[in-house]
C-alpha cells in the first residue's frame, strides 16, 4: 500500500539558516507522482511542486529546491536563506493510479516549520 | 483562484447528531476529496470521487458517507456524529494532468477548510 512518511514532525531554525524538510514514501507503482504542499498559519493548503517518477531531474525555483532519489524512495524539500514567511506546515503526498478507481492521494502527517527571526 | 467552497465553515453539534458538509465546485473538475486534519495525523483521505456517481473509500471512512449526484457537489455526512470526528475537514478538486500523461497527476486546488466540533 502507499505510504508516505515526513519524519520530522518540527523544526526550528534561524532566519536566513538552509533548512531540508524530508519525505520518504511507497508505492507499488512504477508510476506515481510526489507532491509538496505548504500550509501558512492562516490555514489554506497551496501547491508547491509536482514531480513524477519518471524524471528524477531535481528542481529550483528561487529559494526553494527539490530533491528526488528513486533509489531511497526521497523526494526532500531545502528551503534555502530561510525567512520568517517560510513557517508553515509542509506536506508531502503521493498519488498512485488504482486500476479502475483512479488516483488516490494520500499525505504525510507533515512537517511544522518554525523560522525565527 | 479556482471555484471551491465549503459550507458550513464552522459548526458546533452534539454527539449522535447528523451532520453534512458540502463542498461545491465551479470548475468541472471530474476528482473531488475530502480529507480531515488532526494534530499529529496530518491530512488523511476519508473518501473521494471520479465522477458522478463514482465515489470510493480512503483511509479512514468509517462513519462517513458520501454522494456526488452532480458534479459540482460532493457531500459528507456523519449519520450520527462522534467527537472523535471533531476535526478540519478539506474538500479538495483536481483534474487530469496535462501534456499527454497517461495517468492522472492531480494537482489539488483545497477549499478553506470546514471546522467541525462535537461536543
Known amino acids: 500500500a502507499q505510504k508516505v512518511t515526513q519524519a520530522q514532525t518540527e523544526i526550528s531554525v534561524v532566519e536566513k539558516e538552509d533548512v531540508t524538510l524530508d519525505c520518504v514514501y511507497e508505492?507499488?507503482?512504477?508510476?506515481?507522482?510526489l507532491f509538496w504542499y505548504k500550509q501558512p498559519p492562516s490555514g489554506e493548503l497551496v501547491f508547491l511542486i509536482r514531480?513524477?517518477?519518471?524524471?528524477?531531474q531535481n528542481e529550483i525555483s528561487g529559494r526553494y529546491s527539490w530533491n528526488f532519489q528513486k533509489s531511497t524512495s526521497s523526494f526532500n524539500f531545502t528551503i534555502t536563506a530561510s525567512q520568517v514567511v517560510d513557517s508553515a506546515v509542509y506536506f508531502c503526498a503521493l498519488s498512485e493510479r488504482i486500476v479502475n478507481r483512479d488516483d488516490k492521494i494520500i499525505f504525510g502527517k507533515g512537517t511544522r516549520l518554525h523560522i525565527l527571526p | 483562484d479556482a471555484g471551491i467552497t465549503q459550507s458550513p465553515r464552522h459548526k458546533v453539534t452534539e454527539t449522535g447528531t447528523p451532520v453534512t458538509l458540502r463542498c461545491h465546485q465551479t470548475e468541472n473538475h471530474r476528482y473531488m476529496y475530502w480529507y480531515r486534519q488532526d494534530p499529529g495525523h496530518g491530512l488523511r483521505l476519508i473518501h473521494y470521487s471520479y465522477g458522478v456517481k463514482d465515489t470510493d473509500k480512503g483511509e479512514v471512512s468509517d462513519g462517513y458517507s458520501v454522494s456526488r449526484s452532480k458534479t459540482e457537489d460532493f457531500l459528507l455526512t456523519l449519520e450520527s456524529a462522534t467527537s472523535s470526528q471533531t476535526s478540519v475537514y478539506f474538500c479538495?478538486?483536481?483534474?487530469?494532468?496535462?501534456?499527454?500523461?497517461?495517468?492522472?497527476?492531480?494537482?489539488?486546488?483545497f477549499g478553506a477548510g470546514s471546522r467541525l466540533t462535537v461536543l
Open positions: 514531480r513524477n517518477s519518471f524524471d528524477e
Open positions: 479538495a478538486i483536481s483534474e487530469l494532468g496535462t501534456g499527454g500523461e497517461v495517468y492522472g497527476a492531480n494537482v489539488l486546488t
Open positions: 508505492t507499488r507503482d512504477t508510476t506515481y507522482y
